[in-house]
């Protein structure tokens, strides 16, 4: 079983920079790709950022050039650095993890692994 717990999240003014952390616990060598997803208000979730055990990253068109992904496999954590946020970066962030190397760069929400959110407030 793998265990996924985000930390990170707060309220920052538009324009800021917020990095969420997710630390993973269990059979962390099970898991072949990692993503960040979101839930807003009023919207559906959606997948932020994924990455794969070999690094390889991809991202939502909302976020390219704001947000970066990445893991560092000695602490067992992923990361999501978030600059330049928007108010309609608000939103409950999730962190999720799969086994499966079909899911790699996957932005739909078909990991078998989920946490229980930070939640993330830019106000204008």
């Known amino acids: 079983q793998v265990q996924l717990v985000e930390s990170g999240g707060g309220s920052v003014q538009a324009g800021g920079s917020l990095r969420l952390s997710c630390a993973v616990f269990g059979y962390t060598y099970n898991i072949h790709c990692m993503a960040w997803f979101r839930h807003g208000p009023g919207k559906e979730r959606e997948g932020v950022a994924t990455?794969?055990?070999?690094?390889?990253?991809t991202y939502a068109n909302s976020v390219k050039g704001r947000f970066s992904i990445s893991q560092d496999n000695d602490k067992n954590t992923l990361y999501l650095q978030m600059n330049s946020l928007k108010p309609e970066d608000t939103a409950m962030y999730y962190c999720?993890?799969?086994?499966?190397?079909?899911?790699?760069?996957?932005?739909?929400?078909?990991?078998?692994?989920w946490g229980q959110g930070t939640q993330v407030t830019v106000s204008s």
């Open positions: 990455i794969d055990s070999d690094g390889r990253t």
């Open positions: 999720a993890a799969d086994p499966r190397s079909v899911v790699a760069g996957s932005l739909i929400d078909i990991y078998k692994y």
